[in-house]
C-alpha cells in the first residue's frame, strides 16, 4: 500500500516546519521520522494519519485522497499508535488489544476466533503471552507500551504509524520491538512508520528515513544516504560524529559544539 506526500507544507503558527515535501512510501518499507523535539514529528504523524490536515499540499493512500476513503475501510487499512495511551478502565491486556479488531467486527459487535487468534499471535510476538490475563492498570509504563503496540499490530492493517513507540522501553525491548516491526514490513510487507529520537537503532532496522530540522527542511531517502553525520549534526544543533568497528557503525556526539 503506497501512502504518497504531494507538496505537503506543516506550519505550527508562524513557525514552517516542513516546506513542500514530496514523497513516496511504498509497501514493505520501514520508515523512521527523525528531527529535535519539536521539528514536527508528531504534527506529520498526524496529518499522514487522517487526523490533521496539513497547511497546503495532500496526502493519498493507494492513490486516494485520505478524505476520500470512508471511515470503516480507512481503520481496516491504517492503524495508529499515538504518543500516549490513557487507560481509565480496569481491562485485561487480551481484550484491550482486542479492541483493535473493532473495524472487523460485524453482527452483533462479538469477536470471534479470528480476532482472538490474531491478538493472542500478536502478544506472542513481543512477548506478552502470559500477560494476556492481567489487568492493564498494574502494568508498568514499558509494558503498557508493549501492549499498545502489539494491539497497533492486531489491528493487520496495510499502513501502520508509530509515534515514538520505543519510549519507556529498556533496551532489549526496544530492539525486540523494532524486530517486530521489521518482520511486519518484510515478512507481510506493510508500511511502517515510526518516529524515533534513537538514530542508531534507526540507522540499524529502518530501510528509509525522513529527518526534519523544524524549519522547513526534510531530507527523505535510503536510512543511511539521510541520517549521515552531516545531515544529522544540521539538523539536532550538535556535531555527531560517525565512528565504524568492524561491520557496526554508530552517531555518536562530538566534544566540540557547533
Given at each position: 500500500m503506497t501512502l504518497h506526500l504531494d507538496h505537503v507544507v506543516l506550519r505550527a503558527g508562524t513557525r514552517t516546519l516542513i516546506e513542500g515535501l514530496t514523497q513516496s512510501i511504498e509497501s514493505g518499507e520501514m520508515w523512521c521520522i527523525a528531527g529535535p523535539n519539536g521539528a514536527g514529528k508528531t504534527t506529520l504523524i498526524n496529518v499522514l494519519a487522517g487526523l490533521a490536515k496539513p497547511a497546503s499540499g495532500s496526502v493519498s493512500l493507494d492513490g486516494r485522497a485520505l478524505?476520500?476513503?470512508?471511515?470503516?475501510?480507512?481503520?481496516?487499512?491504517?492503524?495508529?499508535?499515538?504518543?500516549?495511551?490513557?487507560?481509565?478502565?480496569?481491562a485485561t491486556v487480551l481484550d484491550t488489544v482486542l479492541l483493535n479488531r473493532f473495524p472487523y467486527l460485524t453482527g452483533w459487535g462479538w469477536e470471534n476466533e479470528d480476532d482472538r487468534s490474531a491478538a493472542r499471535s500478536a502478544l506472542d510476538m513481543l512477548g506478552l503471552a502470559s500477560f494476556a490475563l492481567r489487568d492493564v492498570l498494574t502494568l508498568s509504563g514499558g509494558e503498557r507500551q508493549r501492549v499498545a503496540l502489539a494491539a497497533t499490530l492486531c489491528q493487520n492493517a496495510p499502513l501502520v504509524l508509530l509515534d515514538e513507540p520505543l519510549a519507556h522501553l529498556?533496551?532489549?525491548?526496544?530492539?525486540?520491538?523494532?524486530?517486530?516491526?521489521?518482520?511486519?514490513?518484510?515478512?507481510?510487507?506493510r508500511t511502517i512508520v515510526?518516529?524515533?529520537?534513537?538514530l542508531n537503532l534507526a540507522r540499524s532496522f529502518a530501510?528509509?528515513?525522513?529527518?526534519?530540522?523544524?524549519?522547513?527542511?526534510?531530507?527523505?531517502?535510503?536510512?543511511?544516504?539521510?541520517?549521515t553525520p552531516e545531515r544529522a549534526s544540521a539538523a539536532f544543533g550538535y556535531p555527531l560524529a560517525l565512528i565504524r568497528d568492524g561491520g557496526h557503525e554508530a552517531l555518536v556526539p562530538s566534544i566540540h559544539r557547533l
Open positions: 478524505a476520500s476513503w470512508r471511515a470503516a475501510d480507512f481503520a481496516r487499512a491504517r492503524a495508529l499508535m499515538p504518543q500516549a495511551t490513557h487507560d481509565a478502565f480496569s529498556d533496551l532489549h525491548h526496544q530492539i525486540d520491538c523494532l524486530h517486530a516491526l521489521r518482520d511486519a514490513a518484510s515478512a507481510q510487507k515510526f518516529s524515533c529520537h534513537d530501510t528509509h528515513a525522513l529527518l526534519l530540522d523544524g524549519k522547513g527542511c526534510a531530507h527523505a531517502g535510503l536510512v543511511a544516504d539521510v541520517l
